[in-house]
């Protein structure tokens, strides 16, 4: 692609500054492959309280800039920080709104009543940077409902600036489940126009759901994987938000995520204890024993280990799992590593298990990013039952580490994970469709067995699964076409 671009990343969370799944892995590694390829990208996101200064300090000097939101002229400070010559990072400094202990909710997770406010902002403050830096954007890039109102704001506030005048918006869906819908009363203060307060934009059931409006205003909006972006088109996955995305046509996609390689890789790994390749898998067996010491289990090399990292939500399936978990470890020989946090009824239930099955279960109810990689380095598979799962990006990183995938056949996860056949012994993975105790259970089961019982088809699926690619080569070359489809819809070429 010959036309290099000028592309705006608004964004609530990016590693290593800020992570609370998915998307800040997504937000680091894109940009950095789009700048790679000659695009300048800048990426505008919140300067947290928990973000150390450290990672902010830069050469460069913060400077203060005006941000209007509805009649309310907001003054904030936003410090810059060069990546290298293509990739910028600009975080918006504004205490009333990002210096608390949570991104979206406090430590008990309840949603800041204010988000709309505080979200909606940053994507003002983002569009009013391109302005103060008089930069000419080609593309604005938002991410879910946090950064949705960009979408808006663009087409109706700054469509006749010389700088975001011609601009494409472009939004992507992480996840459809979370919408942003809060009470209207700060419409007035996010400054949309009184007229896209309707079923059609904002309004649902009363009150304004900023990704609903996103979609409506963004040239062309994506999700993070193609059987992702087909489900979402069926209410039973959409929450209620089929028909606005049935609406775009065409101009609604899945693309699937990368994963970055340069992180997750267990042959330069620097958090796991011993590196490993395809060729000489012997530092995996030091990673397992080093889990099960980390883990309290047994340390038992035959045993397999199932790993799982992630949000404790609804939509991991942790409660289907709870209904079969203490079965699976009564009846199988296996054992359990667990590390996540979220919803307090399954971090109670999750975390009281090590002590009902001392050896057999390990659990660690937090955030803990070494830990990660070492579950996936020291498991033999690797759990996400999900209830549905836009992209997913553990199983990427559970296939590179020849970490066998036990996954829902459900979005991103149906895409990456290829069934395991016993008659050949080909995939890289074991899935099944019903989101019940039962088909988690007999699933598990298969897996287990397959370890224990056809060991060469094990053993080839590991290597198998290490071999898959899911880099962002491939995903880069989509969004730079796509980019260009959504500069040609702003600008009514097509
Ligand atoms: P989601 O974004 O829905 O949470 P993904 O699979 O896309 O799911 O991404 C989750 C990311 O967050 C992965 O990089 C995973 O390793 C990380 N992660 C999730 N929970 C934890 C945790 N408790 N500790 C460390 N890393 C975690
Ligand atoms: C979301 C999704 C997850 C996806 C991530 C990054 O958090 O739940 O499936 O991988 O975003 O796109």
């Known amino acids: 692609m010959d036309k290099k671009l000028n592309?705006?990343?608004?964004?609530?969370?990016?590693?290593?500054?800020?992570?609370?799944?998915?998307?800040?892995?997504v937000a680091a590694s894109l940009p950095l492959a789009l700048a790679k390829r000659g695009h300048k990208v800048m990426v505008v996101m919140p300067y947290y309280a928990s973000?150390?200064?450290?990672?902010?300090?830069?050469?460069?000097?913060?400077?203060?800039?005006?941000?209007?939101?509805?009649?309310?002229?907001?003054w904030c400070l936003v410090h810059p920080k060069g990546i290298n010559k293509n990739?910028?990072?600009?975080f918006i400094d504004f205490q009333k709104y990002f210096f608390r202990e949570?991104?979206?909710?406090?430590?008990?997770?309840?949603?800041?009543?204010?988000?709309?406010?505080?979200?909606?902002?940053?994507?003002?403050?983002?569009?009013?940077?391109?302005?103060?830096?008089?930069?000419?954007?080609?593309?604005?890039?938002?991410?879910?409902?946090?950064?949705?109102?960009?979408?808006?704001?663009?087409?109706?506030?700054?469509q006749n600036c010389a700088f975001l005048g011609h601009a494409a918006g472009m939004?992507?869906?992480?996840?459809?489940?979370?919408?942003?819908?809060?009470?209207?009363?700060?419409?007035?203060?996010?400054?949309?126009?009184?007229?896209?307060?309707?079923?059609?934009?904002?309004?649902?059931?009363?009150?304004?759901?900023?990704?609903?409006?996103?979609i409506h205003f963004a040239d062309i909006v994506n999700t993070v994987s193609p059987s992702y972006a087909n489900e979402t088109l069926n209410p039973a996955f959409s929450y209620g938000l089929d028909p606005f995305l049935r609406l775009k046509g065409d101009r609604y996609i899945g693309i699937l995520n990368g994963a970055d390689y340069e992180e997750w890789d267990p042959a330069a790994d620097p958090l796991i204890v011993k590196k490993y390749g395809i060729k000489n898998m012997n530092g995996k067996a030091a990673c397992k024993l080093a889990l099960q010491q980390r883990m309290n289990l047994y340390q038992q090399e035959y045993i397999p280990i199932i790993g799982m990292v992630s949000r404790m939500a609804e939509q991991k399936g942790h409660y289907q799992l709870r209904e079969c978990i203490e079965a699976i470890v009564n009846n199988m020989q296996v054992q359990f590593a667990?590390?996540?946090s979220g919803d307090k009824e399954l971090e109670h239930y999750f975390g009281a298990l090590p002590e009902k099955y001392p050896g057999l279960i390990g659990a660690y109810i937090g955030y803990d990013n070494a830990l990660a990689h070492q579950i996936e380095a020291g498991s033999d598979f690797f759990l996400m039952p999900s209830l549905y799962e836009p992209c997913g990006l553990n199983q990427i990183y559970s296939l590179r580490y020849g970490t066998l995938p036990i996954v829902r056949a459900t979005g991103g996860l149906d895409d990456t994970v290829e069934q395991y056949v016993e008659s050949d012994g080909s995939g890289t993975g074991f899935k099944y469709y019903d989101a019940t105790p039962r088909a988690i259970y007999d699933t598990v089961g298969w897996a287990v067995s397959t370890y224990y019982d056809r060991r060469e088809h094990y053993a080839a699926m590991q290597r198998r699964a290490m071999k898959q690619n899911f880099s962002w080569e491939e995903s880069t070359n989509l969004y730079e076409t796509v980019y260009q489809r959504a500069i040609k819809v702003a600008n009514r070429e097509n």
Request: glycine share 8%.
């Open 338 to 340: 667990i590390l996540g």
């Open 51 to 74: 973000i150390a200064p450290d990672l902010v300090r830069s050469e460069e000097t913060p400077f203060s800039m005006n941000v209007w939101m509805g009649d309310c002229e907001e």
């Open 171 to 214: 939004l992507t869906i992480h996840n459809i489940g979370y919408q942003g819908k809060y009470p209207r009363d700060s419409y007035s203060y996010l400054g949309f126009r009184e007229q896209d307060f309707n079923p059609r934009i904002f309004e649902d059931y009363g009150d304004i759901n900023l990704l609903k409006g996103g």
């Open 102 to 158: 949570g991104y979206y909710h406090n430590n008990a997770m309840q949603d800041y009543p204010d988000n709309p406010s505080r979200f909606a902002f940053l994507s003002q403050a983002a569009l009013y940077l391109c302005k103060t830096k008089q930069i000419r954007v080609d593309v604005v890039h938002a991410h879910d409902w946090q950064t949705s109102a960009a979408m808006a704001y663009l087409k109706t506030h700054h």
């Open 87 to 90: 990739l910028n990072y600009y």
């Open 7 to 25: 592309i705006l990343f608004v964004v609530s969370e990016s590693t290593p500054y800020a992570k609370s799944g998915g998307l800040a892995d």
